[in-house]
């Protein structure tokens, strides 16, 4: 069992950085299964970053160019970096990890971390 533990949320102002890290323990693990979500209050959670499982990166058009993210395999964290934070970027995100299925799709990932309070002032 793979558990997952996300750190790094946080108070920041519109046009500032966040760094979110997702750090993996447990059976092995691959960080290509790392996906990141967000939800909004009142809404379901949507995709926001992911692998694929050769390697390449995939990213909501809402956040492509300003989110990155970045996978240390000795650590087995994966990181979500934020930049030009806007005010609707402030939502719980959330790292997940999946076996199989679509990156973007919620119902691939079947291991969860705690949610981080991500909020920008605008």
């Known amino acids: 069992q793979v558990q997952l533990v996300v750190s790094g949320g946080g108070l920041v102002q519109s046009g500032g950085s966040l760094r979110l890290s997702c750090a993996a323990s447990g059976r092995t693990f691959s960080t290509y299964s790392v996906g990141w979500f967000r939800q909004f209050p009142g809404k379901e959670r949507e995709f926001v970053a992911a692998f694929d499982w050769i390697g390449g990166t995939h990213y909501a058009d809402s956040v492509k160019g300003r989110f990155t993210l970045a996978r240390d395999n000795i650590k087995s964290t994966v990181d979500l970096q934020m930049n030009s934070l806007k005010a609707e970027d402030t939502a719980v995100y959330y790292c997940?990890?999946?076996?199989?299925?679509?990156?973007?799709?919620?119902?691939?990932?079947?291991?969860w971390g705690q949610g981080t309070q991500v909020t920008v002032s605008s």
């Open positions: 997940a990890s999946r076996r199989v299925g679509s990156y973007s799709f919620v119902g691939s990932y079947s291991t």
